[in-house]
């Protein structure tokens, strides 16, 4: 059973930076394309950035230019760094598996709260 566990989200005025960090549990991480996603109260949880298995990335459009994702395969180690966030970047981060259909999702880890004051 995969395990997910995200770190790195706090409280940051806006203009700053955070990186959060998800590390794996499991043999099949370096095989997966991931991604970070992003809940708000009231609304669905979202992709914001994905990563292929092969390093090509994606973003959505909100968050192009101020947001890197990346990846450690050695550490089974998945990153985000967000520069210059804005107060409507708040949410819950989490990182999962970036497929096509729900039901192919790892358990969700606890996620990490980004709060960014205006």
Do not use: H
């Amino acid at each position: 059973q995969v395990q997910l566990v995200e770190s790195g989200g706090g409280l940051v005025q806006a203009g700053g930076s955070l990186r959060l960090s998800c590390t794996a549990t499991g043999d099949f991480f370096n095989v997966n394309d991931w991604g970070w996603y992003r809940q708000t109260p009231g609304a669905e949880r979202e992709l914001v950035a994905g990563i292929t298995k092969d390093d090509s990335t994606k973003y959505t459009d909100s968050v192009k230019g101020r947001f890197t994702i990346s990846r450690e395969n050695a550490k089974k180690t998945l990153y985000l760094q967000m520069n210059s966030l804005k107060p409507e970047d708040t949410g819950v981060y989490f990182c999962n598996r970036d497929v096509p259909y729900s039901g192919w999702l790892y358990p969700w880890g606890q996620g990490t709260q980004v709060t960014v004051s205006s």
